[in-house]
C-alpha cells in the first residue's frame, strides 16, 4: 500500500450507494480471471481484502445477494457494490499481486509487482501486519481459504 491515509471513500457507479473505508486494505488483487473479466466488462478486476467492521454505509442501501451474505449488489442498478474500484482514493492503493495471469487478456499492462499464474499463498505473500489483522476477522476464523 502506498497511502499512509486510514479513510477512503467510495460508492456505486449509480451513486445510491456509498460506503467509507477506515483503514487500508490488508491486500489488493489485480485479478485477470475470466470470472472477473466477466463480471465487470474489463480486462481485470482489482479486489481489496478489508474487514467488514472496517467499511462503513455512509448512504444507500446495498442488498445482499450471496447466501452466505458475503457478497452486496446495488439495489438501484443490481451492479457489484464492493469497496473496489469505486474507492476515490483507488489510485492511492495499486495492487500488490496480481493473479490468474494466464487468463490476461493480450498486452495488458501489469505494475512492478508480484504476478502468479493463478493463485498464491496467502502466509507467504502477505505482510505480516495484514496477516495479523485477518487472524482477528471472524470470517477467517470459519474459513481459512479466500476466494478473490
Not at 2 to 28: D, I, W
Not at 38 to 45: N, P
Not at 104 to 120: D, G, I, N, Q
Request: charged share 20%; net charge positive.
Amino acid at each position: 500500500m502506498t497511502s499512509n491515509s486510514t479513510t477512503f471513500e467510495g460508492g456505486c457507479t449509480c451513486r445510491q450507494v456509498r460506503y467509507r473505508m477506515t483503514a487500508k486494505p490488508l491486500f489488493v488483487h489485480c485479478c485477470h480471471c475470466r470470472w472477473c473479466q466477466r463480471e465487470t466488462g474489463a480486462a481485470f478486476a482489482l479486489n481489496a481484502m478489508i474487514e467488514a467492521d472496517r467499511v462503513e454505509l455512509v448512504s444507500g442501501e446495498p442488498v445482499m445477494t450471496a447466501s452466505d451474505d458475503t457478497a452486496s449488489r446495488c439495489g438501484a442498478m443490481a451492479a457489484p457494490a464492493t469497496p473496489w474500484p469505486s474507492c476515490a482514493s483507488a489510485q492511492k492503493m495499486p495492487p500488490d499481486i496480481h493473479i490468474f495471469t494466464l487468463m490476461a487478456a493480450p498486452a495488458t499492462p501489469r505494475a512492478s509487482c508480484a504476478a502468479v499464474a493463478e493463485y498464491y499463498d496467502t502466509k507467504k505473500t502477505w505482510p505480516a501486519e495484514s496477516l495479523a489483522r485477518r487472524e482477528c476477522c471472524p470470517s477467517a476464523r470459519r474459513s481459512r481459504g479466500l476466494r478473490h
